[in-house]
Each structure stands twice: as structure tokens, then as C-alpha cells.
């Protein structure tokens, strides 16, 4: 159970970090030509939200399996960089960028001009992304590895 959710911990990463990347660049170029925005925009952003809120879920189950979660959180392991990523840095700095995410989904949703959905997408994914993207644990991540 541990080792499955780790892998899909792992993939689901990696599909999100590409379709963040999608949605941001597609985002931009629709804010820049002042395009209508579209059903393939829409739906973009909500695979974006869903793969945010699926690795949110999935990392919640992780954070109680892996021996690197709650069971490792004491005042020792905040001396150590490595361990406090696991513990600490990484689950709480996950939920604030997915929380992001999910204000600017929402917030896109009700807004009525297509320039103010380009605009809002793209600050929020972009903020979340980058929160995600400092504390991913790099040197250890497997896939790439
Ligand atoms: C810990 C687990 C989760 C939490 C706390 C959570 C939280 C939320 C919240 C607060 C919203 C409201 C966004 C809004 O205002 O429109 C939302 C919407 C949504 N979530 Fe999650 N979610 C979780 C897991 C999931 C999972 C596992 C999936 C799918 C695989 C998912 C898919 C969606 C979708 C499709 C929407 C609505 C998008 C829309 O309004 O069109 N969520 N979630
Ligand atoms: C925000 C999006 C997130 C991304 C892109 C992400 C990505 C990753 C990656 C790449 C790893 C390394 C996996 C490996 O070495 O095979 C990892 C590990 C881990 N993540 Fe996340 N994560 C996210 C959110 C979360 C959240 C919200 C939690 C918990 C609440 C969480 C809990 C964990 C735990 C406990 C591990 C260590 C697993 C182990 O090696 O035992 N992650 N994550």
C-alpha cells in the first residue's frame, strides 16, 4: 500500500508538473492576443485542479503510510534539512499552493471578461506552481533520479 501510493504519489507529480506548464503557457498566449476564452482553456484549468486536489489526497494518505511523514515530525527532525522537506516543509507549503490553485480556479470561474480568467489562472497557477516547485525533494525524487 505504502509503495503504490508513493508511485502514484510520484507519477501524478510529474503529470502536473507538465500540465501546469501547458495551462500556464496556453493562459498567457490567450491573455496576450486577447483571445475569447475557450471550452480547451476551461477544461485545462480543471485538469489542472484536478490533478492538484487528486495529489493533495493521495499525499494526505502518503504523509500518515511513509516513515518520512507524521511518524518522523519531532524537534530532532527539524534540525535536519532532509527531514524537515518530508515532515514539514513539503505537506504544508503543497496545501497552501493547492489552496491557491483552487482560489484561482473559482475565482476564474465566476469572473465574466475572458482577459480577467487569462489573468487570474494564470497568477494563481503560476504562484502555486512556483510554491510547489521549491519544495519538491529534488535529490531524492526517484522518477528523476
Ligand atoms: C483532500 C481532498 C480534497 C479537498 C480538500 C478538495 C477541496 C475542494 C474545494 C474547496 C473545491 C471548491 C472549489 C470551488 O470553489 O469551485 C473543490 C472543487 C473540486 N474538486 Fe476537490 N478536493 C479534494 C479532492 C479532490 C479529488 C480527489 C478530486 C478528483 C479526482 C477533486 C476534484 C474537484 C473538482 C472537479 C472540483 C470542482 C471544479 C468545478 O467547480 O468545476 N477534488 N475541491
Ligand atoms: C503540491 C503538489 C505535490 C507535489 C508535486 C508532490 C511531489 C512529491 C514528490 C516528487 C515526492 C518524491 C517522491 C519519490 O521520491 O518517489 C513527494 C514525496 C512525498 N510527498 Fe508530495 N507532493 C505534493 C504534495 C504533497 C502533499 C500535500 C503532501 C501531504 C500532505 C505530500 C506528502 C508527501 C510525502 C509524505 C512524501 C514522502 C514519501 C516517501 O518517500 O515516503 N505531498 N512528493
Redesign the pocket.
Known amino acids: 500500500m505504502?509503495t503504490g501510493?508513493?508511485?502514484l504519489?510520484?507519477t501524478?507529480?510529474?503529470v502536473?508538473?507538465i500540465v501546469f506548464a501547458v495551462v500556464l503557457v496556453i493562459h498567457i498566449i490567450g491573455y496576450m492576443t486577447s483571445a475569447d476564452y475557450s471550452k480547451g482553456h476551461r477544461v485545462s484549468s480543471l485538469i489542472g485542479l484536478i490533478a492538484?486536489h487528486l495529489?493533495?489526497l493521495?499525499?494526505?494518505g502518503?504523509?500518515f503510510?511513509?516513515?518520512?511523514?507524521?511518524s518522523n515530525l519531532s524537534g530532532e527532525t527539524m534540525k535536519d534539512s532532509m527531514g524537515r522537506l518530508?515532515?514539514l516543509e513539503?505537506?504544508?507549503?503543497?496545501?497552501i499552493?493547492?489552496a491557491l490553485i483552487t482560489v484561482g480556479y473559482s475565482r476564474a470561474k465566476r469572473a465574466a471578461a475572458s482577459r480577467q480568467k487569462y489573468a487570474t489562472i494564470t497568477v494563481f497557477y503560476a504562484l502555486?506552481l512556483v510554491?510547489?516547485l521549491s519544495?519538491?525533494?529534488?535529490q531524492?525524487?526517484?522518477?528523476?533520479?
Open positions: 505504502y501510493f508513493k508511485h504519489h510520484s501524478i507529480a510529474l502536473l508538473l492538484a495529489q493533495l493521495v499525499g494526505l502518503l504523509y503510510m511513509s516513515p518520512l511523514g507524521i518530508y515532515a513539503h505537506p504544508l507549503i503543497g496545501i499552493a493547492i502555486g510554491l510547489i519544495r519538491i525533494p529534488w531524492t525524487w526517484a522518477l528523476i533520479n
